[in-house]
């Protein structure tokens, strides 16, 4: 029987994703993976985590685009682990190149994973990379209808960061239409506002950030003692 080489593709990437999620599972490790158009302020946003999560937290970054190292370099002033992933033509990432990104790396003791994908709405949302949770980065500038042009990524996608809030006076943007069109599409998404430039509602995600994170390393520890339950030594 002929299988169409797409969905080929895309069993053998949900292969190495399972694999992946298994392993940040042991660690307990949460994996976020940043979708939006390109511009919509990932790498801005990432960036401004970095420098207000508590310095004892541990975390690595993954970052994607199709061509340079320009993301990288900014993400790594911040002292933690960073590294690119050049796609060179490639629309998305997918799970090989995170599994291979991530060689070398010891999830073990590692809090968080950020994945920031290529800047595109569409094609990075059908190949899962392991993650907890795919987040959907849309900025005031891109107009309150992209949930309902591009609804793959908004149903998918647990958090939607409205980003960039700060030029609101400066553009005609409607945000309760933007979260009404988001909930159209998918009733339960959470909406996070943000500016990366002032800093407007870091609070509520570094809240929601260390809520995910705990309930991680609760169900890491759950699974380490059932596991040690059936040790029969
Ligand atoms: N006013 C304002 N500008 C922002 C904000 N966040 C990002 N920017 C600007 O928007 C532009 C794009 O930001 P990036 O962080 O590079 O966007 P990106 O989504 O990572 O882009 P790609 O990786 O190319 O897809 C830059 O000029 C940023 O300075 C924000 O919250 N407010
Ligand atoms: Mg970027």
């Known amino acids: 029987m002929e299988v169409p080489i797409e969905k080929k593709v895309l069993s053998e990437n949900q292969r190495v994703a399972e694999g992946l999620r298994s392993s940040l599972s042991e ?11 390109p511009g919509a302020g990932k790498t801005a946003f990432l960036e401004r985590t970095l420098q207000m999560l508590p310095a004892r937290t541990q975390v690595a970054v993954l970052t994607g685009d199709l061509q340079t190292e320009n993301d990288a370099q900014r993400l790594s ?22 599994e291979k990104h991530l060689n070398g790396w010891d999830l073990a003791g590692l809090d968080l994973l950020f994945i920031e994908n290529v800047g595109n709405l569409v094609c990075p949302t059908s190949y899962d990379l392991g993650e907890d949770a795919k987040v959907v980065v849309l900025s005031v500038a891109e107009g309150e209808d992209k949930p309902l042009k591009y609804p793959g990524i908004f149903r998918k996608a647990e958090l939607m960061i ?9 553009v005609p943007f409607q945000p309760e239409l933007a979260r009404e069109y988001a909930r159209r599409v998918h009733p339960e998404i959470e909406i996070i506002e943000t500016s990366s430039l002032t800093g407007a509602g870091f609070d509520r995600w ?5 809520a995910r994170a705990d309930t991680k390393q609760a169900s890491m520890r759950e699974a380490q003692h059932a596991f ?3 040790r029969s030594w």
């Not at 660690?27 to 158009?37: E, K, M, P, R, Y």
């Not at 570094?206 to 260390?210: G, I, K």
């Open 228 to 230: 040690a339950g059936t």
């Open 77 to 98: 002033r911040y002292g933690y682990p960073v590294r690119q992933i050049t796609t060179v033509g490639a629309c998305h990432l997918d799970a090989r190149m995170v």
């Open 162 to 170: 409205l980003n960039k809030i700060d030029l609101l006076p400066y």
């Open 206 to 210: 570094l809240e929601w950030l260390a």
């Open 27 to 37: 660690s307990g490790t949460l994996s976020l993976n940043f979708i939006g158009s």
